[in-house]
Nanobody, 115 residues
């Protein structure tokens, strides 16, 4: 079982920035599709961004141009750089790993944007 540990959440004002990190255990990180999802109160969990093993990225329309996902295979870590944050970005952000039929979720990290 792959363990994922997120960090970097917090409270910032609108317009500010945060960088989330997700460190993975095990040896399949480099071949995994890594994603960031978020879930706001009363809403379904939604995909924010993902990055493939080859480095291709995909973003939700709501975050395009503001968020950047990246990965460091040497550190088994995926990042989400979030700029120009808005109150509607407030949510619990979860890291996700998919590889070889395995899927794992992190525990989540709270991101709160004040207006």
């Amino acid at each position: 079982q792959v363990q994922l540990v997120e960090s970097g959440g917090g409270l910032v004002q609108a317009g500010g920035s945060l960088r989330l990190s997700c460190a993975a255990s095990g040896s399949i990180f480099s071949i995994a599709v890594m994603g960031w999802y978020r879930q706001a109160p009363g809403k379904q969990r939604e995909l924010v961004a993902l990055v493939t093993s080859g480095g291709s990225t995909n973003y939700a329309d709501s975050v395009k141009g503001r968020f950047t996902i990246s990965r460091d295979n040497a550190k088994n870590t995926v990042y989400l750089q979030m700029n120009s944050l808005k109150p509607e970005d407030t949510a619990v952000y979860y890291c996700n790993l998919k590889a070889l039929g395995v899927q794992s979720w992190g525990q989540g990290t709270q991101v709160t944007i004040s207006s």
